[in-house]
């Protein structure tokens, strides 16, 4: 039996979070510049894409590039965005073929003029698809996204529109950039490092983790129903016990 057809469709996770890591690694291993892995990291992106929209996942969430990504050497950053601005403009077919509206998330500001045209073209063109949401984690961290959104709060009190005492954790959560978006019910991490690096700190709070030894460009749709079969394995508590949860 095939890990896709162990999957139980009525409990699927609503929402997966992906922390791509290894691209580097995977390239260095062969003796390739690491930009060589970023490049072959695409496919990857495809396989889980297109594996969760298959099977209805409906919210996916990629971190492609955070705010610290900024700081590794220029040629790294450049061929970065050049991939993600190519990448986006080829991928559109793909995307309406699955059904998958693009979304994304981060210092969108902060991307190049080139970049930022073709994300907007792409999520313009995707955004009557129905069947998943993916969304680009994109110079994002979760410490630039909690302050941000603490800061627009702090304005919206100041302007009389919101009282101190009137603020609960739903509120925060629709000043954050995944307002409108369930929190990721599974976070799956690539190249076997054991690290939430800055991704969605406050949505994971009750997140289930896992953690894969595969370099990110080895990564398979297989991997991803692997890890929905695992998902589906854990006892889910948010704090109660046990007993209590049949209840
Ligand atoms: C982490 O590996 C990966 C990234 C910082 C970039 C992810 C980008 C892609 C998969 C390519 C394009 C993406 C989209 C969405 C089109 P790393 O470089 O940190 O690897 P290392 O830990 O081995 O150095």
Redesign the pocket.
Known sequence: MSFKEKIDPERLPQHIAII???????AQQRGQL?VY??EQ??T??REAAEGAAEIGVPFLT?Y??STE?WNRPKEEVDA?MG??VE??DKEIPTLMDNGIRLNTIGDIESLGEDCRLQLRRAMERTSTNTRMVLT?ALSYSARWEITRAAQRLAGDIAQGKVAPEGIDQDLFSSYLETSGIPDPELLIRT?GEYRLSNFLLWQMAYTELCFIPK??PDFTRDDLYKAIVDFQCRERRFGKISGQLSI
């Open positions: 791509m890591d290894g691209n580097g690694r995977w690491r892995g970023h990291g695409v990857a992106v990629l492609a590039f990504n970065l991939l993600l990448t986006i680009l190249s370099l990110w």
